[in-house]
């Protein structure tokens, strides 16, 4: 069965870095566009970052656009996204996701096949 697990949370202070990482399996990975979302206590699942099938077009929420950045390594089933300069606003559960349909990777969340469980970040001020 298909199974996308994030790694890479954890609690930081206002400006710090982490990098998170989700691992896929079960699925062409190189078939599906991969997507991160987030969500925060009382929130709506919001949509962070998204990046084509081949890695070559990331696309962004405005909130975190200069801040973090999404990747993939087709050969390790894995997309990774890269958050710097990290705010307070940050803090919320993290989920990766992936998009059979969109070649660049859906800014809607229901527009996604599959999810991984999430991974806390929680920044502190």
């Known amino acids: 069965q298909v199974q996308l697990v994030e790694s890479g949370g954890g609690l930081v202070q206002a400006g710090d870095s982490l990098r998170l990482s989700c691992a896929a399996s079960?699925?062409?990975?190189?078939?599906?566009?991969m997507g991160w979302f987030r969500q925060a206590p009382g929130k709506e699942r919001e949509f962070v970052s998204a990046i084509s099938r081949a890695g070559t077009i990331p696309n962004y929420a405005d909130s975190v656009q200069g801040r973090f950045t999404i990747s993939r390594d087709n050969a390790k089933n894995t997309v990774y996204l890269q958050m710097n300069s990290l705010k307070p606003e940050d803090t919320a559960v993290y989920y990766c996701?992936?998009?059979?349909?969109?070649?660049?990777?859906?800014?809607?969340?229901?527009?996604?096949?599959?999810w991984g469980q999430g991974t806390q970040v929680t920044v502190s001020s």
């Open positions: 996701a992936a998009d059979r349909a969109d070649y660049v990777g859906s800014r809607f969340y229901g527009a996604y096949d599959y």
């Open positions: 079960g699925l062409t990975f190189s078939t599906y566009a």
